[in-house]
């Protein structure tokens, strides 16, 4: 589904009989839409930190003098040249650039098919995740090649490319949908309006335990053959 479509669902059901959706009219008003799409990427985001929604994978080239990786689009080789970016190490293409779109590392190979373990300090070939979009190597060994995967980030709705598909599966619109209308009506003032945002917020959570329950997304198997295959899906 894409982000007009789903404006249009928010228009006839939950702001419906409301000017934010324009009396049902199958719109968002136009005065609206900046507060209404800000809280449709916070409900993207949300649902991403819940659910493995789009795993990628991205290759590190290691250097025996740099220890943090900078998990960010300049560090590409794709982005080159760049004056301040003498060694780009993550190995990319023209054709599939890095997007630096890393929301939480979730697993590391390398080019030996040695798995490599996350934040264990007993462990010498241990790799570090300390901030989200920086992976620390304690000790690299020049040109080696990491396979990190990891959970990434889906892509910010504008005005300029709601025809654009959601990074969610449609089964997890109606739940887009509580998020965004229980963010709009606590912000709108009233006390019927706190209580009607509140309840949506409620539904939220609702669906959200409904999904976890269902294993909707069968996480676990997909993860599982993803790390199998070491990315080469």
Do not use: C
């Amino acid at each position: 589904m894409n982000a007009r479509h789903l404006l249009s669902q928010l228009s006839y059901g939950e702001f419906n009989n409301t000017s934010i959706g324009n009396e049902g009219s199958g719109t968002i008003n136009k005065a609206h839409m900046g507060r209404v799409l800000t809280y449709i990427n916070d409900g993207l985001m949300d649902l991403a930190t819940r659910f493995k929604l789009n795993e990628k994978v991205v290759h590190i080239q290691l250097y025996d003098h740099i220890t943090d990786y900078h998990l960010l689009s300049r560090f590409a080789v794709s982005q080159q040249p760049q004056p301040d970016v003498p060694f780009p190490y993550i190995l990319d293409s023209n054709r599939t650039p890095f997007k630096g779109d890393v929301l939480k590392i979730l697993a590391v190979w390398d080019n030996f098919d040695r798995e490599r373990s996350l934040n264990d300090e007993s462990d010498f070939r241990s790799v570090f995740t300390l901030r989200p979009n920086v992976l620390t190597v304690p000790y690299p060994e020049d040109r080696v090649v990491l396979f990190v995967h990891y959970s990434a980030k889906p892509q910010l709705v504008t005005t300029e490319n709601l025809d654009e598909e959601l990074d969610i599966p449609d089964f997890m619109v109606p739940a887009l949908r509580m998020f965004v209308a229980s963010k709009v009506f606590m912000t709108l003032g009233s006390s019927d309006n706190m209580r009607l945002g509140q309840d949506f917020q409620i539904q939220y959570i609702t669906a959200i335990n409904s999904l976890k329950q269902a294993d909707a997304l069968s996480e676990s198997r997909f993860t599982a053959n993803v790390f199998n295959n070491r990315g080469w899906v």
